[in-house]
């Protein structure tokens, strides 16, 4: 990893980030791995996708995540 942010908003009002929240709670349903988002109401854990896109619709709080860069390398002779 290259660099990191600290917790920040999903910003669910952008659609395309939307979008995304929607197809990993699909993915989940579908059985699918969890994604793992802060509860913003219970310090110390977590909530699925599903969940958090349930509390976005109730309550139009975004899900907290970290933005990440990530360095990967080539290997010779690919």
């Known amino acids: 990893m290259l660099a990191s942010t600290s917790w920040v908003p999903f910003n669910l009002g952008r659609p395309d980030l939307l ?10 349903r579908e ?3 969890e994604y793992s988002f802060p509860s913003p109401d219970s310090p110390g854990k977590w909530m699925n996708a599903r969940a958090a896109l349930e509390r976005f619709r109730v309550t139009g709080e975004s ?3 970290k933005w990440q860069t990530l ?8």
């Open 31 to 33: 059985g699918g791995p």
């Open 63 to 65: 899900p907290l995540t």
């Open 71 to 78: 360095l990967f390398r080539r290997k010779s002779g690919c």
């Open 19 to 28: 979008d995304c929240l929607e197809l990993y709670a699909r993915c989940e």
